[in-house]
T-cell receptor, first 112, second 114 residues
Framework: GEDVEQSLFLSVREGDSSVINCTYTDSSSTYLYWYKQEPGAGLQLLTYIFSNMDMKQDQRLTVLLNKKDKHLSLRIADTQTGDSAIYFCAEMGRNRDDKIIFGKGTRLHILP | GAVVSQHPSWVICKSGTSVKIECRSLDFQATTMFWYRQFPKQSLMLMATSNEGSKATYEQGVEKDKFLINHASLTLSTLTVTSAHPEDSSFYIC??????????FGPGTRLTVL
């Protein structure tokens, strides 16, 4: 079946950039997403990118998509303590009736 | 805009009882609502997809008689966990889709079965 993989943990110093990586297998992906889950809270959609785009920037967030390698990344510039959360990569596949598959989430830890 | 609410946010029940969880889209009409389950330290697992007025489509391995889904209107879907057992304890999250583009997630419901 289709799969979304991402590393489980990332530690970054406050003020540095965080880069969270994700790979997926479904070649019929239409949209790719980054969600943020803060402790005890539901998922929050951070940003998404259409599969025919290479890059999307939104304030401190930059999403890069390499469709050939099926690789998605989320860069958070000037990482703050409030960015500490679990970040889920997800993709929606045309061949799966638009169901979303999530990765296991990357826990971002901010070092002082 | 695009707010999805869930009720209750946290429920504790005794083993053998049934629990109903509501998912509402507050300021939009959702053509489709999805129910996810999140196990500790794991990603979300899609349980079922429901469209208003039709039967829910369940993912493989999800018991439809145990997890009853009713999509009564374009703004309300309910998930009923029947005869709950401790292994059903989990975080249940719904999402509502306006179109193919975006799903808006509810805040989740934490179910604890004693």
């Amino acid at each position: 079946g289709e799969d979304v993989e991402q590393s489980l943990f990332l530690s970054v110093r406050e003020g540095d950039s965080s880069v969270i990586n994700c790979t997926y297998t479904d070649s019929s992906s239409t949209y790719l997403y980054w969600y943020k889950q803060e402790p005890g809270a539901g998922l929050q959609l951070l940003t998404y990118i259409f599969s025919n785009m290479d890059m999307k920037q939104d304030q401190r967030l930059t999403v890069l998509l390499n469709k050939k390698d099926k690789h998605l990344s989320l860069r958070i510039a000037d990482t703050q303590t409030g960015d500490s959360a679990i970040y889920f990569c997800a993709e929606m596949g045309r061949n799966r009736d638009d169901k979303i598959i999530f990765g296991k989430g990357t826990r971002l830890h901010i070092l002082p | 805009g695009a707010v999805v609410s869930q009720h209750p946010s946290w429920v504790i029940c005794k083993s053998g009882t049934s629990v109903k969880i509501e998912c509402r889209s507050l300021d939009f009409q959702a053509t489709t609502m999805f129910w996810y389950r999140q196990f500790p330290k794991q990603s979300l697992m899609l349980m079922a997809t429901s469209n208003e007025g039709s039967k829910a489509t369940y993912e493989q391995g999800v018991e439809k008689d145990k997890f009853l889904i009713n999509h009564a209107s374009l703004t309300l879907s309910t998930l009923t966990v029947t005869s709950a057992h401790p292994e059903d304890s989990s975080f249940y999250i719904c999402s509502a889709a306006v179109d193919r583009n975006e799903q808006f997630f509810g805040p989740g419901t934490r179910l604890t079965v004693l």
